[in-house]
């Protein structure tokens, strides 16, 4: 049974940092492509960042860029998300989620979720 369990987030002034952790169980963890997306309010589940099983091939929305950066432990099955300069706008539910092989920002090619860590950035 895959299980993805995130943690980390929370409620943060404008131009602080959270790190979020994303525990995977359930998978050959170095054959996934690992991906963070998010949810705001009354809006689509997007695309935020992508790592592949490597480590070295990242994948960022333009809006992050600069700010946040994916990370990987394979030994730990754990992927991370370090965000700083946080923004009003970044507030979000943001879940973590993974594929077999191929990297893709669609969020209908994950099978696997987490349930989702809240952050809220106050301005």
């Known amino acids: 049974q895959v299980q993805l369990v995130e943690s980390g987030g929370g409620l943060v002034q404008a131009g602080g940092s959270l790190r979020l952790s994303c525990a995977a169980s359930?998978?050959?963890?170095?054959?996934?492509?690992m991906a963070w997306f998010r949810q705001g309010p009354g809006k689509e589940r997007e695309f935020v960042a992508g790592?592949?099983?490597?480590?070295?091939?990242?994948m960022y929305l333009d809006s992050v860029k600069g700010r946040f950066t994916i990370s990987r432990d394979n030994a730990k099955n754990t992927v991370y998300l370090q965000m700083n300069s946080l923004k009003p706008e970044d507030t979000a539910v943001y879940y973590c989620?993974?594929?077999?092989?191929?990297?893709?920002?669609?969020?209908?090619?994950?099978?696997?979720w987490g349930q989702g860590t809240q952050v809220t950035v106050s301005s």
């Open positions: 359930g998978l050959i963890f170095s054959n996934v492509f």
């Open positions: 790592v592949r099983s490597g480590g070295s091939s990242l």
């Open positions: 989620a993974a594929k077999y092989w191929t990297a893709s920002r669609n969020v209908d090619d994950y099978r696997y």
